[in-house]
């Protein structure tokens, strides 16, 4: 390799430079930073009232994935809303969130709280649209810091308005979190789906 510097066992952490080549060999690999490795899938084809990820190796990465596609409910009108669980799925928090969501589209509206049951706002639906959302979460792993999301929901199409999402929110209480689960805030199932968490390789 054409690599300048002294090179580290891990190469992950270098300190030297790669020439094009070499990055797109290790990004193949899946050692380069900013690579995903697929967690887990969950597909929805039954009626569900969430969606859980209890394992979600929070130990090997600082930053998480996590992409819902073509998500339908029974119902038409609901909101999606994001938890977090300090003991592998057994219980998730319900309080201690603060989120900042901003709306576009034909109008803007900005939705925030500083006390919240779940970050919710992630997106929102009704009976002509379905949820499309990326979501990367942040210090899951780290015991010293809070959980932290930054979120966006493509541009849908509530029947005669076009609107979107994106913003960001919180969970206040620095612990370890080892679980996930979405959910819809009118308690509607969720009835189609698929749902990707993934871990961001860093550098």
Known sequence: MSYIGTQPNNVLKNTGIYNPN???????????????ELIQTQTVSSA???????????????????QLNNF???SGTNILNLRF??????????????YAMQRFGTTFTERRSTSA??????ATKDST???????????????????????QSPVGVDGSNIFGYFGGGIYAV????????????????????????????QI
Do not use: P
């Not at 569900?48 to 996590?66: G, M, N, P, R, W």
């Not at 049951?117 to 992630?122: A, G, H, V």
């Not at 612990?175 to 871990?199: C, D, H, P, V």
């Open 22 to 36: 070499e990055i797109l060999q290790l990004t193949k690999e899946g050692s380069w930073g900013g690579s995903l």
């Open 129 to 151: 649209n379905v949820y499309q959302v990326y979501i990367y979460l942040y210090n899951l792993g780290n015991s010293s810091k809070y959980s932290f999301i930054t979120n």
């Open 117 to 122: 049951s779940e970050i919710t706002y992630l």
């Open 48 to 66: 569900v009232a969430q969606v859980d990820f209890t394992s979600i190796k929070e130990s090997a990465y600082d930053v998480h994935l996590l």
């Open 174 to 201: 620095a612990e370890t979190i080892n679980a996930l689960r979405i959910l819809n805030s009118t308690g509607a199932n969720f009835t189609q789906g698929t749902a990707k968490l993934y871990g961001v390789k």
């Open 72 to 74: 339908e409910t029974v």
């Open 85 to 98: 669980s300090n003991d592998s799925g057994s219980s998730f928090e319900s309080s201690n969130y603060q």
